[in-house]
């Protein structure tokens, strides 16, 4: 038996998910598990260490199964030789597209609680990558300085929250996409900061695997005010995904 999983893009989801790789592998024992990626995240298999009978694929090329994965079935699929588990539908047949339950929709699609799904996220870090990028950001290395993560969304199609301006002495280092390095290349600067302000997005889970403290998650919007304007905006008040990164000592935006 093989599986075959759709969530082939949002770096967060992909690093959110990776604890139902061990369980159908406790359940299953599938020969493989096939999981296609969007050629812009291709990068993450690089990051993350998974067992040896996860194959990450690019969605663009030819891999098995992939008729089903091209086809309208948006509900897990069980045959006797392939379990496919499309998790992009998940809150569309689940909670009937509300975002609200975007994130939580995805372990109750397939009966599982994914309360600590950080205990199994496992990565291979580049130590020489992230001192090149620290040496590169940091210029002044004596003074300390707080991390400013502006942007979310897909990089050929990020936005910006424009208006995150901490009150500070420290210096302010915002993120930015470097080229020749990933988000996973930031870990290094991140756990030196004293500060982290972010959007909620990728950065957010790598920020709890590292178990980093003293961060300030901020709404997916371009500013406060467009939360403000919209009682139902779908991110409001992080009910998407406060569990997830339940942390006492994360500080989450009020509006």
Request: hydrophobic residues 35%.
């Amino acid at each position: 038996m093989k599986v075959l999983i759709r969530q082939q893009s949002g770096l967060g989801d992909i690093i959110y998910l990776q604890k139902v790789i061990y369980k159908l592998n406790e359940k299953y024992h599938p020969e493989q598990i096939i999981w296609p990626l969007d050629e812009l995240y291709m990068y993450a298999k690089t990051y993350l260490d998974t067992p040896s009978n996860v194959l990450f694929v690019c969605d663009k090329d030819e891999f098995e199964h992939k008729d089903i994965y091209l086809s309208d079935a948006k509900e897990v699929t069980t045959t006797d030789n392939l379990i496919y588990i499309p998790f992009q539908f998940s809150h569309e047949i689940k909670y009937n597209n509300n975002f609200k339950y975007i994130m939580r929709s995805k372990y109750e699609f397939v009966n599982l609680d994914g309360a600590d799904w950080y205990d199994f996220v496992k990565i291979k870090r580049n130590q020489n990558k992230e001192r090149e990028l620290f040496d590169l950001i940091i210029k002044d290395k004596s003074k300390p300085y707080i991390i400013v993560n502006k942007s979310f969304g897909p990089i050929t199609n990020a936005k910006k929250r424009s208006d995150i301006d901490p009150k500070t002495n420290l210096n302010v280092i915002e993120m930015s996409n470097v080229d020749g390095f990933s988000p996973f290349d930031w870990s290094f600067i991140l756990e030196n900061a004293q500060e982290v302000h972010t959007v909620e997005t990728s950065i957010a889970y790598i920020l709890k695997i590292l178990n980093i403290k003293n961060v300030q998650l901020y709404y997916r919007a371009f500013n406060s005010n467009e939360i403000k304007r919209n009682s139902y905006h779908p991110w409001r008040n992080f009910e998407y995904c406060k569990f997830i990164h339940s942390d006492p000592s994360w500080h989450f935006e009020s509006i």
